[in-house]
């Protein structure tokens, strides 16, 4: 075969070879969705509840799929919609995630109990989730909380557990500080602002963390130096979903002026672990995948990127979601092992509390006495952390 007869040859093998990737492009099922999801999140204004809208005008321009975003104003309205179906998913924060699947601080009320919680993915951004203050409280380190005024918010357990737990870094309790009430999220921020309160728990890149920037008080982040082992070991003992982190992003936040805390990822996009399989998948496959369509529509949606999640975190990734990471080779043994672990360990909850339903007093202290003890019974049998024994 002479050259000139080769020239057809070669150019459509050429052709082939340019075409591959296009064709393998158009083999991938598209991603299917129902026309409507439902999410919950935090309050009009929080970074999760502007990061769920963000997201939802990707869906809606390169699906077609609307997103409705319902705003909760605690762990327990954000969750109990998912719980009762009403929406599918949940932008949700470490109470509605990690201390609803360990059925404590009001998710261990008889209503409630062991949730089996899924994780689908996690935002791990810049930003921080840590106590926020006022600057001209001068609250610069935990221990400078001693005496202060500090929001406590009724039926925000994960809110009030991690102030507490940030207290344990400092040795401090809550008894030494002076505990101030309030019914939400967003009305223990705007009371920093009207001087009701000094701090409180937030994201720094919420709108109201921006709000208290801007105002006459300024803000603040009091630091959780890393190398104070003995003080993450009193944190984490509380709190084990803390990690070690510098800050940079959100209200009075730079690379150029870090702070160096203690944070957890947030939003945690959560269902049920009866959410179907298939529609968590193309749920999952969709944050993913739409990613660069939503990552700069607000502030802290970076933190959505695969290369930021963390599948070895406290609660249990959705087989949907891991079918999904298995194909994209992000999943492995390891990997697997760990969340076996934890599915485990909610099952060892589930069965601890079936039994004390059926024998536990009826009055609602006797009950909350009667599940502490089983609960940490049960763990603590099972070689596993009961983590919280009382609260």
């Known amino acids: 075969m002479n050259r000139r007869d080769m020239l057809p040859m070669v150019a459509a093998l050429g052709l082939a070879v340019a075409l591959a990737p296009?064709?393998?492009?158009?083999?991938?099922?598209?991603?299917?969705?129902?026309?409507?999801?439902?999410?919950?999140?935090?309050?009009?204004?929080?970074?999760?509840y502007n990061q769920a809208v963000a997201i939802g005008n990707a869906l809606k321009n390169?699906?077609?799929?609307?997103?409705?975003?319902?705003?909760?104003?605690?762990?327990?309205?954000?969750?109990?919609?998912?719980?009762e179906g009403k929406v599918q998913f949940s932008a949700n924060g470490v109470g509605g995630a990690y201390l609803a699947?360990?059925?404590?601080?009001?998710?261990?009320?008889k209503e409630w109990g062991p949730q089996a919680i899924r994780s689908l993915v996690l935002n791990n951004s810049d930003a921080l989730l840590t106590i926020v203050t006022a600057k001209d409280a001068n609250i610069k380190t935990m221990a400078d909380l001693k005496g202060k005024r500090v929001?406590?918010?009724?039926?925000?357990?994960?809110?009030?557990?991690?102030?507490?737990?940030?207290?344990?870094?400092?040795?401090l309790t809550w008894k030494d500080v002076t505990r101030v009430d309030f019914p939400g999220f967003g009305q223990a921020m705007d009371g920093i602002i009207a001087n009701q309160v000094d701090a409180a728990f937030s994201s720094t890149i919420s709108g109201q963390a921006y709000k208290i920037a801007a105002s006459p008080r300024g803000i603040q982040y009091p630091t959780v130096p890393h190398a104070d082992k003995a003080g993450w070991a009193r944190l984490n003992k509380t709190a084990p979903f803390f990690?070690?982190?510098?800050?940079?992003?959100g209200a009075d936040l730079s690379k150029d002026k870090p702070v160096e805390a203690a944070t957890y990822p947030y939003p945690i996009l959560m269902a049920y672990d009866s959410q179907p399989a298939e529609l968590v998948y193309n749920m999952t496959r969709a944050m993913v995948e739409l990613f660069a369509d939503y990552k700069d529509g607000a502030p802290g949606n970076n933190g959505w990127a695969l290369d930021r999640q963390r599948?070895?975190?406290?609660?249990?990734?959705?087989?949907?979601?891991?079918r999904y990471f298995k194909e994209i080779g992000k999943w492995n043994d390891k990997l697997q092992k760990h969340n076996d672990g934890l599915v485990k360990r909610q099952q060892v909850l589930a069965?601890?509390?079936?039994?004390?339903?059926?024998?536990?007093?009826?009055?609602?202290?006797?009950?909350?006495?009667?599940?502490?003890?089983?609960?940490?019974?049960?763990?603590?049998?099972?070689?596993?952390?009961?983590?919280?024994?009382?609260?």
Do not use: C
């Open 22 to 48: 296009a064709a393998l492009a158009q083999s991938k099922p598209p991603i299917k969705l129902p026309e409507t999801l439902a999410w919950t999140a935090y309050d009009v204004g929080s970074g999760g």
């Open 62 to 83: 390169k699906l077609n799929v609307n997103l409705r975003v319902l705003p909760g104003k605690n762990d327990i309205s954000r969750t109990l919609p998912v719980r």
């Open 101 to 109: 699947q360990e059925a404590v601080f009001e998710f261990g009320a």
């Open 151 to 171: 929001a406590w918010v009724v039926g925000a357990p994960s809110l009030n557990q991690n102030i507490t737990a940030l207290l344990a870094f400092a040795n």
């Open 243 to 249: 990690i070690p982190f510098k800050g940079t992003e």
């Open 311 to 322: 599948f070895d975190w406290v609660v249990p990734v959705h087989d949907g979601a891991i």
């Open 351 to 391: 069965q601890a509390w079936a039994a004390t339903v059926k024998s536990a007093p009826a009055d609602d202290a006797g009950f909350a006495r009667a599940w502490m003890k089983a609960r940490a019974d049960a763990l603590t049998k099972a070689g596993m952390e009961p983590v919280l024994t009382e609260w």
